[in-house]
């Protein structure tokens, strides 16, 4: 398993890194850019990596009650989402590029349509596994966080909307780690509320994307868009809030 855990880790650096140099070098951005954000992808696919290998027990296929031997389809697809976060950054980061302006709101609908493909898969394949649980989780809002910082610090999101999207974050961090403490961790599975947030934000995100190719006279329109989306996720937050206070509760009873 190790050896498949650092081949695929290993390709997808190699593509995020081509990636990101060849685009960066046709269209003249800054030499210093392009290595910085290299090595945004390198420390994070090293993370990736040591975090795989250390919960390798974990790729168990729960379908099929057996142990993998190598990583399948759906978490691969998965992993996808979680390589390509520093290459989004980049394409957000440049924006001003006519060339990138083009490529970005196609490979932010890629990255989340991928979102859809792994869950299928695994169903579909019977490849549903405990660390793909747990990638699914992890890529969904380490995607969202990624994404919010870069459109926040690019203004492409108001502050307001930034601090709903972080709420929901630190709610969802807190009380997972305080439930994890209490060595009583939550399921994995995501609530309805969960994955109305995501789907929101992520159709959200594209359409800001595709804001950037319209006239000023467009920006009403977004304006209830992204107060509409913020006050469903905020509201949401507290579906969130609810579940874990209602887990705690049966944890408490002897």
């Given amino acids: ?8 880790v290993a390709l997808y650096l190699l593509i995020q890194l081509c990636f990101i140099g060849i685009l960066g070098t046709v269209n ?13 992808s390198l420390v994070l ?7 795989l290998v250390g919960f390798r027990k974990e790729f168990y296929n729960i379908s099929t ?16 989402r979680i390589s390509a976060l520093p290459s989004i950054a980049f394409l957000l980061g440049n924006r001003e590029i006519v060339e990138i302006r083009t490529i970005l709101p196609i490979m932010l609908i890629l990255v989340f349509l991928t979102d859809s493909f792994d869950g299928q898969i695994a169903r579909r394949r019977k490849q549903i596994t ?9 890529s969904d809002y380490s995607l969202l966080a990624v994404l919010s910082i870069v459109f926040f610090a690019n203004q492409i999101v108001p502050r307001w909307f930034f601090y709903i999207i972080f709420f929901r974050l630190f709610l969802q961090a807190l009380g997972m780690l305080v439930f994890i403490i209490l060595k009583k961790p939550l399921p994995l599975s995501s609530t309805w509320g969960g994955k109305i947030t995501i789907a929101t934000t992520m159709v959200l995100y594209v359409l800001e994307v595709v804001r950037l ?12 868009l992204e107060y509409v989306s ?14 874990f206070f209602v887990q705690g509760k049966k944890l408490s009873k002897p």
Avoid at 1 to 8: E, L
Avoid at 28 to 40: E, H, K, L, Q, R
Avoid at 230 to 243: D, H, M, R
């Fill in 45 to 51: 696919h090293i993370a990736l990596y040591l975090f």
């Fill in 65 to 80: 009650d057996s142990t993998l031997t190598k990583i399948n389809t759906a978490n691969r697809i998965t992993l996808l």
């Fill in 28 to 40: 003249n951005v800054d030499f210093a850019t392009i290595m910085a954000y290299g090595a945004s």
């Fill in 230 to 243: 913020g006050a469903t996720i905020f509201l949401l937050s507290f579906e969130k809030a609810f579940l």
């Fill in 1 to 8: 398993m190790k050896k498949s855990i650092f081949r695929t």
């Fill in 213 to 224: 190719f319209l006239p000023a006279t467009t920006a009403p329109l977004f304006q209830v």
């Fill in 130 to 138: 405990r660390i793909g649980q747990m990638l699914d989780s992890i």
